[in-house]
């Protein structure tokens, strides 16, 4: 399994962007599924994005089409999220997730889940 570490977050004020970086251990980071959750104060974790492992296609929750945007470098095992025109309802805590090529879900013991970076949209 990989491991993950998520930088980036802080404080930004309405209408600010910012690039969150998720940093995985191990050679295989290319095999795997990469995805952003977020957990909004008071709320459960939702899904925001993924980017697959076959082929980097993206797929983005309705809130952040066309806000949020994923991608990922594989030489330097490193994924990263750009969210721009940052709203109040975007603060968060945010977590890279990773799960093995080929798994339909993200709930599977396979999945791996970094330790999350708090987001926070001033108004």
């Known amino acids: 399994q990989v491991q993950l570490v998520e930088s980036g977050g802080g404080l930004v004020q309405v209408g600010g962007s910012l690039r969150l970086s998720c940093a995985a251990s191990?050679?295989?980071?290319?095999?795997?599924?990469m995805g952003w959750f977020r957990r909004p104060p008071g709320k459960e974790r939702a899904f925001v994005t993924l980017?697959?492992?076959?082929?980097?296609?993206?797929f983005y929750a309705n809130s952040v089409k066309g806000q949020f945007t994923i991608s990922r470098d594989n030489a330097q095992n490193t994924m990263y999220l750009q969210m721009d025109s940052l709203k109040p309802e975007d603060t968060a805590v945010y977590y890279c997730?990773?799960?093995?090529?080929?798994?339909?879900?993200?709930?599977?013991?396979?999945?791996?889940w970094g330790q999350g970076t708090q987001v926070t949209v001033s108004a």
């Open positions: 191990g050679r295989t980071f290319s095999s795997y599924d």
């Open positions: 997730v990773a799960r093995p090529r080929g798994y339909g879900s993200w709930s599977s013991d396979a999945t791996t």
């Open positions: 980017i697959r492992s076959t082929d980097s296609s993206t």
